[in-house]
């Protein structure tokens, strides 16, 4: 009798294309997906990979098998899935990937709502910008993620349910402040990979901004900017983990970002991701997120 979870270490080198991957993807040790490997092959009588320079390929009866366990995999959890909506959710998992000013304001308020009505689902979170959490929900390493994008266009391959709007914030030390009135001040802005859509819309205001601080985390920008030191911009989820005393937050009107909740694959979802979900929307409509 084939064992499946040694289906499932071969399925996941077929679609890895290594041990190493399929190790990560598994959250196994490399030794452990090897010798469930070996294993199989001495249950199976077949050999199933072959080495190829310094990696591995599928052989042909190798091949033929991981296309069935991926078959029966899907099965296997699908059954487990509807089982688990039958019997009402005692027990499930949700892996959600969400940036760190949603992680810190929003999903925890999810979390409660999740906690009072499936005290069985577990929930594991990840923090990771919206172009990561979305290759995660590709690789099936996340089940659900919480991304922002600053258009309104989303992934073809990905369904996104719209949660709210989230404004963007100048904070200084004078109330009623614009970009185009801090054109000459010294700004402090993120990362190169994180400015681009702040720097888009200085665009639009008619002027460059001259960075003399570059800070990805909230706390260091409020610090630099209550000494005193430049401006900068923040989205309002960011100002719900923290404020600064003595910093004034100016509305941008115009400049939001839209946050969405995204999953991938063909629905339905699976019980718990969907349980999930509807706790966030719950969350968002009782906590005032949209504006």
């Known amino acids: 009798m084939l064992d499946i979870l040694r289906l499932r270490v071969l399925a996941a080198i077929a679609a890895h294309g290594s041990v190493t991957k399929a190790a990560k993807h598994l959250n196994y040790s490399q030794p452990a997906v090897s010798h469930h490997l070996a294993k199989l092959e001495a249950e199976t009588g077949a050999r ?31 059954a487990a899935a509807e089982l688990s909506a039958m019997v009402g959710l005692r027990t499930g998992r949700v892996r959600l990937a969400g940036f760190q000013s949603a992680l810190a304001a929003l999903v925890p308020h999810a979390m409660g709502v999740l906690r009072r009505e499936y005290p069985g689902i577990e929930l594991h979170l990840v923090e990771a910008h919206p172009r990561v959490a979305l290759d995660l929900l590709r690789t099936g390493e996340a089940d659900i993620a919480v991304i922002f994008r600053y258009d309104e266009t989303t992934p073809d391959d990905i369904r996104t349910t719209h949660l709210f709007d989230d404004p963007m914030y100048l904070l200084s030390l004078e109330p009623g402040q614009t970009l185009e009135g801090n054109r000459d001040a010294a ?72 946050v969405y909740l995204a999953t991938y694959g063909d629905p339905p979802d699976p019980p718990a991701t969907t349980a999930f979900a509807a706790a966030l929307r719950q969350a968002v409509q009782h906590g005032q997120w949209a504006t």
């Open 187 to 258: 700004w402090i802005a993120g990362c190169e990979n994180c400015r681009r859509e702040f720097l888009e819309a200085c665009d639009r205001a008619g002027f460059v901004p001259p960075i003399a601080y570059t800070s990805d985390n909230t706390i260091v920008q409020q610090a630099l900017v209550a000494a005193g030191m430049g401006v900068t911009t923040m989205p309002g989820l960011a100002l719900r983990t923290h404020h600064a005393p003595g910093i004034e937050a100016s509305l941008l009107p115009g400049f939001r970002r839209h």
């Open 48 to 78: 199933l990979v072959q080495r190829a320079g310094r990696g591995i390929r599928l052989t042909p009866e190798g091949e033929h098998l991981a296309r069935r366990a991926t078959e029966i995999i899907g099965r296997v959890d699908a």
